[in-house]
């Protein structure tokens, strides 16, 4: 257990839908970072908070957002889902807004399966 | 586009052999970072290396950082088949890291 907990683990929907993702940042830790890891695109920085605030954007489409809660848990919320967004959701987290000597810790995905 | 490409992208070696992994970048970096993943689990923090650091050991892992040619190996030592895995290196200033595409490493018992 890495400490970061992502929640769902799996999800099916179809396409058009919106879901929400969850991820509780490692104990202390305050900034969250989101990634996307699918077979054709790779390992995709998507958005980073930290603190509560929005730190930096990546490849994160208009369809998706996040946020960070004062209790450091962030939800990244992704709708009118296509096909194309079938892909592994990382969370990671880290102390420092530019993660550290010991690098960043992710959680376990959340598997996004659009049908 | 990926800032890190890994060489190669499959592996395939027996038990008790050294795997290495090689890493090639584009721009100017504070520092690279391998991770592990499992199969389709989260990825796994290895080892830290900074610009100014040619070689660093973790344990069977050693890590080597060539900046003039922008390239960074992984060594491990003593596989295991437990070792299996993807492997990718990243590099990232600031806050964000960028992946390679990673190698898929495979020790077979």
């Known amino acids: 257990d890495s400490g970061v907990t992502q929640t769902p683990k799996h999800l099916i929907t179809a396409t058009g839908q919106r879901v929400t993702l969850r991820c509780s940042p490692r104990s202390g830790d305050l900034s969250v970072y989101w990634y996307q890891q699918s077979l054709d695109q790779g390992l995709q920085f998507l958005i980073q908070?930290?603190?509560?605030?929005?730190?930096a954007k990546g490849n994160i489409l208009e369809r998706f957002s996040a946020q960070q809660f004062p209790d450091l848990h962030s939800e990244l919320n992704l709708s009118s889902l296509e096909l194309g967004d079938s892909a592994l959701y990382f969370c990671?987290?880290?102390?420092?807004?530019?993660?550290?000597?010991?690098?960043?810790?992710f959680g376990s995905g959340t598997r996004l399966t659009v049908v | 586009s990926q800032q890190g490409e890994e060489d190669p992208q499959a592996l395939s070696i027996q038990e008790g052999e050294n795997a290495t992994m090689n890493c090639s970048y584009k721009t100017s970096i504070n520092n690279l970072q391998w991770y592990r993943q499992n199969s389709g689990r989260g990825l796994v923090h290895l080892i830290l290396i900074r610009s100014n650091e040619r070689e660093k050991h973790s344990g069977r892992l050693r890590v080597t950082l060539d900046t003039s040619k922008k390239s960074s190996s992984l060594l491990i030592t003593a596989s295991r088949a437990a070792d299996t895995a993807s492997y990718f290196c990243a590099t990232g200033g600031g806050s964000r890291l960028t992946f390679g595409e990673g190698t898929q490493l495979t020790v077979n018992p």
């Open positions: 990671a987290s880290s102390v420092f807004p530019t993660g550290g000597r010991h690098g960043y810790t």
């Open positions: 908070y930290y603190n509560g605030e929005e730190r």
